[in-house]
């Protein structure tokens, strides 16, 4: 599949709610290797994208903790350890950018190196040395990148964005695909651990920035949305604190509640033991507890509907500044799989033609559930390389593990069940049970019946733009027909109809099956 056009498809041809593929696009192809570099005021890391797919693939990702802006509120100059360990970073990601063919870098700098008085002389020693240029970017473009990076993770999405850094906190509202408002502050944990006055100064900083943030801001009771490292480190603390079993950061869900309970768990907790359970680094963790005095003055005065965690940030902002608007606009999750499609399964296609088949069976489910049936008819095929022993399960484990962008933990469970049900009938027995909670008892059996269509529906392949016939849903009758094409008739065969029976019984639905002529 070369992504712009299907052999033997016109330009004219209806592709539904799949769209037309882009794949091929040369705005799009360009993307494939984007190499981007942040440095923060705590770390230094290089990304890089294989951006083709709406949903970022990381293609690879390295940080060096390097911890430039400790020391700046008392010497006003980038640490001088750390500067060494920058450049040196630096030197070794031009160097590993070029073997990846991701040359030229995109590089920017954030507070440390914008607040410092060293910064321009730093900036312009890496660009000796390494030959690379590195944007220093304003607090408020900060913000904006940091918003960006969130719209590429949730399409349609709104609310206020929170990026933390070493030595800066940004806010940014987004709503209807643009960034609005924008302010930065001093209330990067770096800073705050040289704030005078112990534990007391420290809260009535926090509490003076924050007032002064949600002054200028204005309400904003819609959803958080929390960036950066440190913000994640306190997710992994949450999921610790709760024993969540779906270690998956981005979209993982914070109430209000659960942010002063964490805080204190934090706060009780032997920093260690801590550290090696949610497996946080050693510097991140010595900066998890300032973040959490922010986190806790955050919700408070802003009292937002409801926190998540985006695993995407600046550096995905950059990516989403590159997108053409075509790409910009389609949906992450559904592009995501179709990439997956095309690269891995053995019939690139069919999951448009497994779609159309199986739907009029769901025909009265809402917009949103269909998204996530279109999303498992994509990848219903792209884990075939696996012994068939296991293939139910790895199809679980990638559904609910990979990096999909705009997918709650309750749909990433839905789609892996559905998808374990493509393989076999019974989900029970699995590693996987504990998740199954995530789901209302009814939930799962809806699960149950998008995957055992789609284990019906792989039994009709003949090209992956035929027809096989036509499904008839009957759900106040209590009867499932099938109609069957001449041609697919004799496709109708034991296994066949074993799984057709499986499906009805599912259903708690009578069968009805003749051929059309």
């Known amino acids: 599949?070369?992504?712009?056009?299907?052999?033997?498809?016109?330009?004219?041809?209806?592709?539904?709610?799949?769209?037309?593929?882009?794949?091929?696009?040369?705005?799009?192809?360009?993307?494939?290797?984007?190499?981007?570099?942040?440095?923060?005021?705590?770390?230094?890391?290089?990304?890089?994208?294989?951006?083709?797919?709406?949903?970022?693939?990381?293609?690879?990702?390295?940080?060096?903790?390097?911890?430039?802006?400790?020391?700046?509120?008392?010497?006003?100059?980038?640490?001088?350890?750390?500067?060494?360990?920058?450049?040196?970073?630096?030197?070794?990601?031009?160097?590993?950018?070029?073997?990846?063919?991701?040359?030229?870098?995109?590089?920017?700098?954030?507070?440390?190196?914008?607040?410092?008085?060293?910064?321009?002389?730093?900036?312009?020693?890496?660009?000796?040395?390494?030959?690379?240029?590195?944007?220093?970017?304003?607090?408020?473009?900060?913000?904006?990148?940091?918003?960006?990076?969130?719209?590429?993770?949730?399409?349609?999405?709104?609310?206020?964005?929170?990026?933390?850094?070493?030595?800066?906190?940004?806010?940014?509202?987004?709503?209807?695909?643009?960034?609005?408002?924008?302010?930065?502050?001093?209330?990067?944990?770096?800073?705050?651990?040289?704030?005078?006055?112990?534990?007391?100064?420290?809260?009535?900083?926090?509490?003076?920035?924050?007032?002064?943030?949600?002054?200028?801001?204005?309400?904003?009771?819609?959803?958080?949305?929390?960036?950066?490292?440190?913000?994640?480190?306190?997710?992994?603390?949450?999921?610790d604190r709760l024993n969540y079993p779906l270690h998956v950061l981005h979209e993982y869900r914070m109430s209000t509640q659960a942010v002063r309970a964490t805080t204190k768990y934090i706060r009780e907790q032997d920093p260690s033991e801590l550290r090696a359970r949610c497996s946080i680094s050693s510097a991140r963790m010595d900066l998890v507890p300032f973040a959490s005095e922010v986190l806790s003055e955050i919700v408070t005065a802003f009292r937002p509907h409801d926190i998540a965690i985006s695993s995407y940030g600046i550096r995905e902002g950059l990516l989403y500044q590159q997108m053409p608007q075509a790409l910009r606009d389609r949906d992450p999750l559904i592009e995501a799989c179709r990439f997956a499609e095309a690269k891995d399964a053995r019939m690139p296609g069919f999951g448009r033609t497994l779609y159309n088949f199986i739907l009029p069976i769901f025909k009265s489910a809402k917009p949103e559930r269909k998204r996530i049936i279109r999303a498992a008819c994509l990848l219903h095929d792209v884990t075939w390389r696996a012994h068939p022993d296991y293939r139910a399960e790895v199809c679980f484990d990638n559904a609910t593990r990979a990096n999909l962008g705009g997918l709650k933990h309750s749909e990433r469970?839905?789609?892996?069940?559905?998808?374990?049900?493509?393989?076999?009938?019974?989900?029970?027995?699995?590693?996987?049970?504990?998740?199954?909670?995530?789901?209302?008892?009814?939930?799962?059996?809806?699960?149950?019946?998008?995957?055992?269509?789609?284990?019906?529906g792989a039994m009709l392949w003949l090209e992956k733009d035929s027809i096989p016939g036509e499904f008839r849903w009957f759900p106040k009758k209590k009867v499932l027909e099938l109609r069957l094409t001449e041609a697919a008739w004799p496709l109708l065969g034991e296994v066949a109809m074993a799984r057709l029976k499986s499906l009805a019984s599912s259903l708690n639905a009578d069968l009805d099956v003749s051929m059309t002529r």
Request: hydrophobic share 40%; charged share 25%.
């Open 1 to 239: 599949m070369d992504g712009s056009s299907d052999p033997g498809i016109g330009d004219d041809h209806d592709w539904g709610p799949f769209q037309r593929p882009l794949f091929a696009d040369p705005s799009v192809r360009h993307l494939s290797q984007v190499g981007v570099v942040d440095i923060g005021s705590n770390s230094v890391r290089l990304v890089v994208f294989d951006g083709a797919a709406r949903s970022p693939a990381y293609f690879y990702n390295e940080k060096i903790m390097c911890a430039l802006g400790a020391g700046l509120s008392e010497t006003g100059r980038l640490n001088p350890e750390g500067r060494k360990r920058a450049l040196a970073a630096v030197h070794r990601f031009q160097l590993l950018a070029h073997g990846m063919d991701a040359a030229p870098l995109t590089a920017v700098a954030t507070a440390a190196v914008r607040d410092a008085e060293d910064g321009p002389d730093f900036v312009a020693q890496v660009h000796r040395e390494t030959g690379l240029k590195i944007q220093v970017i304003p607090g408020e473009e900060e913000a904006r990148l940091s918003a960006q990076g969130v719209m590429l993770g949730w399409p349609g999405s709104y609310g206020l964005v929170c990026d933390i850094g070493g030595s800066s906190m940004e806010l940014a509202e987004i709503k209807g695909g643009q960034v609005g408002r924008r302010v930065t502050s001093p209330l990067g944990p770096l800073k705050l651990r040289e704030i005078k006055g112990g534990r007391k100064g420290r809260r009535a900083f926090i509490k003076e920035q924050v007032a002064a943030l949600a002054e200028e801001m204005g309400s904003q009771r819609d959803r958080l949305f929390l960036v950066g490292g440190s913000w994640r480190a306190m997710a992994r603390i949450d999921m």
């Open 413 to 456: 469970i839905f789609l892996g069940l559905a998808l374990l049900h493509r393989y076999r009938n019974k989900r029970e027995g699995t590693s996987f049970e504990d998740l199954y909670h995530f789901l209302p008892q009814e939930e799962q059996r809806q699960a149950e019946i998008v995957g055992k269509a789609m284990r019906f």
